[in-house]
């Protein structure tokens, strides 16, 4: 017997591609004359949504008039500006993809990143003119060889000045760009025909680049659909507010920059539920100017990296400093530092949260709230901010399985398997590999295991897991979360050394090298064996003998242009010089 309902189809009444453009739109219709945006280096730089959303049709109008197509790219190179966030609406409301690029990169690798985008436009803050500018150059001689036009240089001049001298033929200001737009008025009708929504929601919004592993940077591309169903999973995972009656939205303190998961997608999540942002360029950072900003704009929310939760930590120091009230959210992704410094940041006025996360899943995936627990030793508190339990309502698969079998592994706090991930919060693919996925799933590269209580344990990066005497997995990042919990460790990176120098094999048995960067005010006298064995002898507190370094290196580590350890650098200087990894 057949269904009574049968089978029903799609219409323009009850289906219409998702894409977070509507965000603007209704934010505008329902918050017109509440604050949008602040710009805290500059307090007269304020804007309400319905300003806003029209200097974002102002922005899409003037690039369409300038002859943007769909789909073509529009980079930027900026810090966290009003005028960035401005483009994550204004460039794909023209139908174009935006690519928020790391201002830290150096010119080599963004010009790589331009050859491989042909952007059609490249906004740039005039602090990042110049690095802008010597890419520019060399990419421009490779584009004379094959005949196409360089892209257009769009400055983003501090105050809304006009553009400076000796800037390349056909540049604009971003204030003049806004000006190309003929005017609109309040024409509602007219505003929506300008908008260039996406004919399929599957279509890409964004590109972000990520160095991943091997420093080698990969355009990750984020579709509209996926960035719309992120943000309403960040508005639920952070606990966000939409402004009504009687409550206040959300104010968000840009601390995370938008160029990393386009700023973990919050730039559209603020504007869905008509909350305030309040821009704080990223190299203006310090505790000093995040208690202010907090006060003085009620800040709710902010999020980045565990580096903020250092800078926050010493500001404990001022004994005269009132804990916040109300109470501040904090969500940070990555490693975080040891229970002391969590615990003076929360004694401030702060709820910690931990994110766990990638660039290919549009940012945190994952949020657990982090609670302090005196009960616990260092390693078993380690363990337990390593331990996630799916939040992400978005994410349909979450799981640890055997890389070869695909299957599961049991739920036994033991069995290493890699995590994966599914879901429709995922990218679409990378620039030059739109087929990224095997087998139903995303390969995050991080391996784990499986509690029986349902939780994951993170271990390590696959790349980056040592096998200690014995047969031992360890975690490198465990063993380093121990040593920056050394009071004259500044950074530490943990890598395997070969016991045979010739045995490729990965399941061979390493001794574990400790690379050690200390605080400046340490004595020069720290690379003695004496310091060694006192790193060594602390960490052995800590940790079970199998876990402990066997040898401490001190020196500067080497990063890429991201500001990531290269620990395949390491792994080299260990493994195949017979003492060049002495000499950092």
Request: hydrophobic content about 35%; charged content about 20%; proline content about 6%.
């Amino acid at each position: 017997m057949k269904g009574v309902i049968g089978s029903w189809s799609s219409s323009s009444e009850n289906y219409i591609p998702l894409t977070p453009i509507s965000f603007l739109e209704r934010a505008a219709d329902g918050f017109g004359d509440e604050t949008s945006i602040v710009d805290y280096a500059n307090n007269s730089v304020s804007f309400s949504w319905s300003q806003t959303h029209l200097r974002c049709l102002h922005l899409a109008s003037a690039l369409l008039h300038l002859g943007i197509s769909r789909h073509d790219v529009v980079a930027a190179v900026a810090p966290n500006i009003p005028a960035l966030y401005e483009l994550h609406f204004g460039v794909p409301m023209a139908g174009a993809v935006l690519c928020a690029l790391n201002y830290t990169l150096d010119h080599t690798t963004l010009a790589q990143i331009f050859l491989q985008l042909h952007p059609i436009f490249i906004f740039v803050d005039h602090q990042f003119l110049d690095l802008v500018l010597e890419a520019l150059h060399s990419l421009t001689q490779n584009l004379s060889h094959h005949g196409q036009p360089p892209p257009t240089l769009v400055l983003i001049p501090p105050n809304e000045q006009s553009p400076s001298n000796n800037l390349p033929p056909g540049t604009f200001s971003y204030t003049q760009l806004l000006e190309l737009a003929p005017p609109h008025g309040h024409d509602h009708h007219r505003k929506i025909e300008i908008v260039q929504r996406p004919n399929d929601e599957r279509d890409p919004i964004s590109v972000n680049y990520t160095s991943g592993s091997t420093g080698n940077p990969k355009g990750v591309v984020y579709s509209h659909r996926a960035v719309y169903l992120n943000s309403m999973a960040n508005i639920i995972n952070l606990g966000m507010t939409s402004r009504t009656a009687t409550r206040q939205a959300t104010v968000f303190l840009w601390t995370v920059d938008m160029f990393r998961c386009n700023g973990w997608c919050l730039p559209w999540a603020m504007a869905a539920i008509g909350g305030t942002n309040v821009c704080l360029r990223n190299n203006n950072i310090s505790a000093e100017v995040i208690f202010h900003a907090i006060t003085l704009h009620k800040v709710t929310h902010l999020c980045g990296k565990p580096l903020l939760l250092s800078i926050l930590a010493r500001a404990s120091e001022d004994k005269t400093r009132n804990p916040l009230s109300p109470r501040v959210e904090l969500v940070v992704a990555g490693t975080l530092p040891c229970d002391h410094v969590l615990k003076k940041v929360t004694k401030l006025g702060f709820n910690i949260s931990n994110g766990y996360g990638m660039t290919e899943a549009l940012g945190p995936t994952i949020i657990e709230p982090w609670m302090p627990n005196d009960d616990v030793t260092t390693t078993t508190s380690t363990t337990k901010r390593r331990r996630l339990r799916s939040s992400a309502i978005t994410m349909e698969g979450f799981d640890v399985k055997d890389s070869k079998t695909m299957e599961s592994v049991p739920k036994d706090g033991k069995t290493v398997g890699e995590i994966m991930l599914r879901g429709n919060t995922l990218m679409s693919g990378y620039v030059e590999n739109p087929k990224a996925f095997k087998e139903g799933w995303y390969r995050t590269g991080d391996v784990g295991v499986r509690h029986p209580d349902g939780y994951v344990e993170m271990k390590d990066r696959a790349v980056d897991v040592v096998i200690g005497k014995g047969g031992h997995v360890v975690s490198s990042l465990e063993v380093e979360a121990v040593l920056l919990c050394h009071p004259r460790v500044s950074e530490a990176a943990v890598v395997g050394r070969r016991l045979c120098k010739n045995d490729e094999q990965s399941s061979s048995s390493s001794t574990i090298c400790a690379f050690v960067k200390l605080k400046e005010n340490t004595s020069s006298s720290s690379s003695s064996s004496t310091s060694s064995q006192e790193i060594i002898e602390f960490c052995q507190e800590s940790l079970p003998s199998y876990m402990v370094p066997n040898l401490v290196i001190f020196g500067d580590l080497p990063v890429n242009p991201t500001g990531k350890v290269q620990k395949f650098v390491l792994r080299d200087k260990v493994n195949n010089s017979s003492n060049g990894y002495l000499h950092l």
